[in-house]
């Protein structure tokens, strides 16, 4: 009969062998025997077993650890039995301070165990056990938590409706040893998860000193009354659990030991009120982009790795009670209730009886600069608005921005004709507005007045954020202030405010509580700058650098607009800040379809409702685009004129499922790209003139409401705008108002842009396909002709090196 060679290895990753034999008529046949300890053979449990239920590798990794022969020691003396000391230490520690029960003992030894392999060792000269034994691996695989903290489990479920809950609440048991997860386990359902996409609260204890208390060990027989002596009894274990490799797997273990509804500190609490904002996590880095989550720490050492993550974290609070045990949030919330209280926000007032009480609470947040760096801690006392009644405390909320094409107009003017551009920020905007509804709210979480005010309400006077309808009265308190001044608000864009001075002139826009200024006359934009400053508390932040999340980097050439930051916060929030990127936002293969026949040149928003995987990689692979690179932006450049120009193009027949085809336009002022769109439209269009003829009548109306826009600013633009089409018979239709049957059935909306032509407002000369800049808009492109019109459009990279 034929011998087989038998290798039989303990574990996965190690691969070391315990032994080698031959397998002979169905069983194995060891050549030689493991060395065994003379006290493991009077032992009733097997060391392998008492090992398993500690967490310890095996028997030669052991020994590589422990070269010392404990054979000849006593046991007080043995390794063995001080590194048993140890981890029960540290195991009590654990449940001592997180007031875990006992049931979790078992848990609570695993966790002590992986963290001790992890911890500098005086033995090993400042080493840890687990990188002796592999050094070419990281110390921590994913970040360490606090055991026994309440989290919450991120359920990714397709067969969820848009009303179920789409987080668990557990407790977090440690750290899967066969995959890269944490272990939690819910009480209520008595299920256990091990996922990686985890939130947690780590200063929040999942059970009270009391429910822990209260939650009985297991059950042990109680010694005979009649015997001196009481037997002795073995401590209870939990049966071990073999757990096989699978993806985000999620397996309903009941353990013998545990109680059956195990109380969480708040009973009355259920899970559904106590999921988490899904904006608000429970940890935030105070660099925007830290290093841990863009390069490699494999090289460095555990104690270089250690001190890295501890800078690049920073705990925000949810509650004011988080908030007192730091002083940085305590003083943002000293500093939130002094300005508040300087306004005279409101007054206490006993409660009117059927009044509608408003609530409040605290939200915390971090303010970053542009570079990425930690600008100041911020805290800010919010009305729950959503509580508020239609027609009882509140009428019309409706408050204008300035649009950001309005923005880049701006931008594109003051680089042609060298302009200063100031930024100012308004503290507290929305304590200005005067309220004329009667909104009474409670009293401050954490400022409550003592004695007979305790129970009084606050009578607001001022709006304050969170209000519904605090954006309106900010916005009409600041117009009303600035018109008072001399400035008339555009009718192009009712955010944007413009003032004739006697040597020239200054436009304001407004964004909520950032002001962009700029103008031709220096000493009327800082008159308006005091005139802001006598009414308003403001903060000149100077030359303008970072607005609306755009990054603005000035040189002798123009000015660059990027958004890295915001593209580093995507990359990160989506976990890509690693993957590696894409030439082009989409795939131009014609063979890329979805099951119900939809090209994915469609946006990908379009199927929110029922999205399939095929329209998840197409989101990823927009991200992925981003990345490369994140500061990628616009340069507006120094022509010395602000001329309008624009292209205009269409697709036929471009969805698949309905044969609607897309529209795309791009617009320039100064030689800058200012405005763009791409919109699929709302009929079928029978041939390709008609797409393209229904393109340039939403190019037209943007064009047209350029030329007003420049026109309120004081540039009285006479001559045609050209209009670049590649489409000959759709620019023959428009030029000669011929009527025929192929242009019978379009729609007489679409016949205005012949109207602007004959009035000499636009020009339609033909482009071809190559040159088209708007054939960016309508489909997906190869990488060769998206980078071509990419470069056409101004995009360039100001971080790349020269």
């Known amino acids: 009969m034929a011998l087989t060679l038998l290798y039989l290895a303990p574990d996965l990753q190690t691969r070391r062998t315990i032994g080698t034999g031959h397998e002979r008529g169905g069983l194995y046949f060891l050549d030689t025997t493991p060395p065994v300890d003379a006290r493991a053979l009077s032992a009733s449990v097997s060391p392998l077993q008492w090992h398993s239920r500690l967490g310890h590798p095996s028997l030669p990794t052991l020994q590589k650890i422990l070269p010392i022969d404990s054979a000849r020691l006593e046991c007080e003396s043995c390794e063995l039995e001080r590194k048993h000391r ?6 009590r520690t654990i449940m001592t301070h997180m007031h875990v029960p006992k049931s979790y003992w078992g848990d609570v030894v695993l966790t002590a165990c992986y963290l001790i392999n992890r911890m500098p060792s005086t033995v090993l000269n400042g080493d840890t056990p687990y990188s002796c034994l592999f050094p070419d691996k990281l110390l921590f695989g994913i970040a360490p938590r606090v055991f026994g903290c309440v989290c919450f489990v991120h359920i990714h479920s397709p067969s969820l409706d848009k009303l179920s809950p789409r987080s668990v609440k557990c407790i977090f048991l440690g750290y899967s040893r066969i995959q890269k997860g944490y272990r939690c386990y819910d009480p209520q359902s008595r299920k256990s998860f091990t996922f990686a996409d985890v939130t947690f609260f780590e200063f929040t204890h999942f059970y009270s000193p009391q429910s822990s208390a209260i939650i009985p060990p297991p059950s042990v027989p109680l010694p005979v009354p ?15 659990q073999v757990y096989s490799r699978r993806n985000r797997s999620t397996t309903l273990i009941v353990p013998p030991d545990l109680p059956p509804t195990a109380a969480p500190g708040n009973p009355s609490a259920t899970p559904a009120n106590d999921l988490p904002i899904a904006l608000r996590k429970g940890k935030r880095s105070c660099i925007a982009h830290p290093l841990a989550n863009s390069l490699s720490f494999q090289n460095l050492s555990p104690n270089y790795q250690a001190f890295s993550v501890s800078l690049s974290s920073i705990s925000i609070p949810n509650t004011y009670c988080e908030a007192l045990r730091h ?70 909320t409706f ?16 680089v042609n004709l060298n302009w200063p551009m100031y930024q100012i920020d308004i503290k507290n905007a929305f304590l200005y507005g005067d309220l004329n509804e009667t ?12 004695g007979e005010k305790q129970r009084m309400v606050c009578k607001l006077k001022k709006a304050i954020y969170g209000l519904k309808q605090s954006p309106r009265a900010w916005f009409d308190k600041f117009s009303r202030i600035i018109g008072e001044f001399g400035f008339s608000r555009c009718q192009a864009d009712h955010s944007v405010f413009v003032q004739t001075t006697k040597t020239g002139m200054v436009v304001l826009a407004v964004y909520v509580d950032d002001i962009l200024i700029t103008g031709s006359d220096i000493d009327g934009i800082e008159e308006a700058k005091t005139y802001l400053q006598k009414h308003f508390v403001t903060k000149d932040l100077g030359r303008t650098r970072y607005f609306l999340g755009i990054e603005i980097a000035h040189s002798k050439h123009g000015v660059s607009l990027s958004q890295r930051k915001y593209a580093c916060d995507l990359l990160q929030e989506a976990g890509l800040l690693g993957t590696k990127p894409v030439d082009t936002p989409m795939d131009s293969n014609p063979d890329f379809w979805n099951d119900d026949g939809n090209y994915l040149e469609d946006k990908t928003n379009q199927f929110m409702d029922k999205p399939r995987l095929v329209h998840w990689e197409a989101a990823l692979r927009i991200l992925k685009y981003i990345k490369t690179p994140p500061g990628k932006g616009l340069l507006f450049k120094r022509h010395g004129h602000v001329k309008i120009e624009a292209y205009s193009d269409a697709d036929y027949a471009g969805s698949k499922d309905n044969r609607k085809s897309t529209s795309g336009y791009c617009t320039y002022v100064g030689g800058n790209l200012v405005t763009w769109r791409s919109k699929k439209q709302t009929t079928v269009a029978r041939s390709s003139a008609k797409a393209e003829y229904r393109a340039m009548a939403h190019t037209t109306s943007e064009i047209l409401w350029l030329k007003n826009l420049l026109k309120e600013l004081g540039f009285m633009y006479d001559d045609p705008v050209s209009m670049h089409c590649e489409n000959k018979a759709a620019i023959h239709i428009a030029s000669n108002p011929v009527f025929h049957e192929r242009t019978k059935h379009i729609e007489v909306d679409c016949h205005f842009v012949r109207e602007a032509i004959l009035s000499q407002k636009i020009c339609t000369p033909f482009t071809p396909s190559s040159e088209q800049r708007a054939d960016i808009f309508t489909k997906a492109l190869r990488s060769k002709q998206f980078n071509f019109l990419s470069n056409k459009l101004g995009m360039i990279d100001i971080f790349a090196p020269a």
Request: with cysteine; aromatic share 10%; hydrophobic share 45%.
């Open 399 to 414: 408050s204008p921005v300035a649009r950001l094409n309005s923005i880049r107009v701006l931008f594109s003017l003051a």
């Open 226 to 240: 009649t015997l001196s002596v009481p037997p002795h009894i073995e401590p209870p274990t939990r049966p071990l």
């Open 439 to 450: 909104v009474y709210m409670e009293q401050p979480p954490g400022f409550v007045a003592q």
């Open 327 to 396: 002083p940085e949030w305590k003083m943002a919330t000293d500093d939130e209730m002094s300005a508040l209280i300087s306004r005279g926000t409101w007054e206490l007032v006993e409660v009117p009886p059927n009044a509608d009480i408003v609530a409040c609470r605290w939200v915390f947040t971090l303010k970053f600069r542009a570079d990425g760096t930690l600008e100041r801690y911020k805290a800010r006392l919010v009305a729950k608005g959503f509580t508020q009644t239609y027609g009882v405390d509140y009428f019309e």
């Open 86 to 91: 140890h981890l029960l230490d540290v195991a």
